[in-house]
């Protein structure tokens, strides 16, 4: 098993390949020394390390133009399905065409401009493996300019797990899982921040909708806004105690996601009807066509509102999230979703816009 160490320079989690004396964080490239590699700790995985820059994941590209790099507009989709393993979601693939559906038809994103990540895919660097989907946060924030707008969806399984470093107002970190988390690990909301919410600049806008379960704080973003049913809300400060800086560069990030850190998300046909989809990805995408999208505010009510409202048939309990962390699913409550921002903001004021 491979260990875990803080990069010396941005504390970001990385994996100690075996009698290694160094290693060089992949993010912000600096060296961190290992004395004796042996006396550290084996926590569980949490994701991999190459010393060399990854590859771009188009030099395997199908024939076509690759995505714009320095697009106004630039969008990375994933919808994981975990097809034929005891984890398979039916919903996921539909969320992903239908963002980028959305995207395209509705918000004037180039399709250039879209990596899609699906096992539709016949590319191997856009199945939704752990590498590619790394490598897509990374181009999605790469090169960008004041007056970019960055949007990052993702339709699977969401976890937790211990948090190690102290950053973690309730102890655990969020997770992303994909499609080979159970070989190389999942994605911690330590790498998503440092990765696509940090280096940000300003005048940059990026949105993340997050179809997951446990996706509350999945960006690690300083502040959540807490909304009760009447739509009053007030915004919590989830800043580490540490000191940890968790926002961007000057960059502002909004992040939509599925539920509370503590709740599951639905894979589920009683919304539509018609098939299955994610319950948030739904409500999100219905919020908009039926023109409630107007603020932030009233785009999160919608979508609570459209969620709470449904037949209480067709959720799922997230056996995933049983197994990866031994919990129960007694008093399993409805999903909510949830609004977090960089920065704390009036949300019926504030128009919506991607």
């Known amino acids: 098993m491979l260990m875990q160490v803080n990069c010396s320079n941005c504390h970001a989690p990385l994996q100690l390949p075996p009698a290694a004396n160094s ?24 994701f991999s390390h190459q010393q060399q820059p990854l590859p771009s994941p188009y030099n395997h590209a199908p024939p076509g133009p690759p995505p714009q790099a320095h697009g106004r507009k630039r ?20 969320d992903a065409n239908c963002m980028k ?16 990540l699906t096992e539709e895919e016949t590319d191997p660097y856009k199945r939704p493996t752990k590498r590619n989907i790394r490598m897509a946060l990374r181009w999605l924030v790469q090169g960008c300019q004041p007056g970019d707008s960055l949007v990052f969806h993702y339709s699977g399984h969401g976890s937790q797990q211990k948090d190690d470093n102290g950053d973690e107002v309730d102890g655990y970190d969020e997770t992303l899982c994909p499609l080979d988390f159970e070989s190389q690990g999942m994605i911690v909301d330590d790498e998503i921040n440092a990765t696509i919410v940090r280096p940000l600049p300003c005048g940059v806008k990026l949105h993340a909708i997050i179809d997951a379960c446990h996706s509350g704080t999945v960006l690690d973003l300083p502040y959540l806004c807490k909304m009760d049913r009447k739509g009053r809300y007030v915004w919590e400060d989830h800043r580490p105690r540490s000191g940890m800086r968790k926002g961007t560069n000057g960059g502002e990030v909004i992040s939509f996601s599925g539920c509370a850190d503590d709740q599951t998300s639905a894979d589920t046909s009683a919304l539509s009807k018609i098939t299955s989809t994610g319950a948030m990805t739904y409500s999100f995408i219905q919020a908009i066509e039926y023109g409630h999208a107007t603020t932030y505010g009233n785009m999160l009510n919608a979508m609570r509102s459209n969620i709470r409202h449904v037949d209480e048939g067709g959720f799922v309990t997230s056996l995933l999230t049983m197994l990866l962390t031994g919990g129960s699913l007694g008093g399993r409550s409805r999903q909510e979703p949830q609004l977090t921002a960089t920065e704390p903001f009036d949300v019926y004021n504030k128009p919506f816009s991607l």
């Open 23 to 46: 290693i060089c964080c992949v993010l912000c490239q600096a060296i961190t020394l290992i004395a004796d590699p042996r006396s550290l700790p084996l926590p569980l995985p949490s």
């Open 75 to 94: 969008a990375v989709i994933c919808g994981v399905s975990y097809k034929n393993t005891q984890y398979e979601l039916n919903g996921c693939i539909n």
């Open 101 to 116: 559906f959305l995207l395209v038809n509705r918000f004037m994103f180039p399709e250039s401009s879209i990596i899609m």
